[in-house]
């Protein structure tokens, strides 16, 4: 039997990247580049490396089912920090939203007017969840900035987060074994492209009543994949049969063994609305966080697909 047999045509995809750029001796500047069937988003955001505040934040929507968006200056997150910590505040002001401007400016230098741009709710979730994966990479420079960012060597690097991670996933949890605290960094030369991670998923239909969703993350410290089947019951939908994943890269081998709690989400829902659910059941001392991600971003495409379905009929 082919492979396309028994995965099925494909229904949908989404991909993601991230990179951080060192910009000079202050500055960071980190693109997201957003891609699904149904749309593509771009995000720009320059950061002052010193305290991890906003200088600027640029959106975009070239392509969307929904309608375009012209590059916007998103006012309202300039001067935010977006450190540790910051993460529920930042969602909170995307979610407000706020003033935005143009951009860029006019080259005549007059200063342009605000516009009156206003999202749906749903948008706005949506481009808040962007920017947390955005902040998300940021923090992982981190370890290539620590003179700039005020730590005097790696191993006091490693105690800070260890202190504050404690608990949070294998890796801050479990005994590490003789392996250096940046083991996981040894070898690579980063002067400007600090980190950078994509993200891919796909949705396969090998019959009416199951789909198949493989999720794949792959970025400067990690690489995992796993699959999830799920059925195509209703009420609720996606019932999950079977879920199964493995690292290939990972700071520490202890890492990969969070990969055997995948098994737990059998017998759950892949809906975004159990986001709660699955970090319970993938994070903690014996999870990953980045298998959680996957998980959760599988089950937004899901939903997308499910909507762009209905937007997609209803246009014709």
Known sequence: MSCRQQSGPVLWQRFLHVESLRKGKDLLEVGLFFQET???????????????????????????????????????????????????????????????RHSPWPSSGTVPVRTGFLPPLSEREHFAELFLELIANVLQTEIFLLPERGFSSVQEYDHYFSKIYAGACRLYS??????????????????????SRSKSIFIFQPNDTKKIIHAHLSDSFHEMALSLSVSNS????????????????????????????LQELEGMHLLPDNKKQIISVLTGPEGCSHLSDLVIEAARSLQEWEISRGLTDNAT
């Open 234 to 261: 209703s009420d609720p939908p996606y019932y999950i049969e079977e879920a199964k994943g493995n690292y290939l890269r990972f700071p520490n081998p202890i890492c990969g063994e969070a990969a055997e709690k």
């Open 174 to 195: 479990k005994p590490r074994g003789k392996l250096p605290e940046n083991a996981y960094t040894q070898g690579q030369e980063r002067p400007c492209s600090l980190f």
């Open 38 to 100: 149904s749309r593509e988003d771009r995000l720009k955001v320059e950061i002052f490396i010193k305290d991890f505040t906003i200088k600027d934040v640029v959106l975009e929507r070239p392509r969307s089912i929904r309608g375009a968006i012209k590059p916007l200056s998103l006012l309202f997150l300039h001067g935010r920090s977006v450190y540790l910590g910051e993460a529920r505040n930042l969602k909170r002001a995307i979610l407000e939203w706020g003033e935005t």
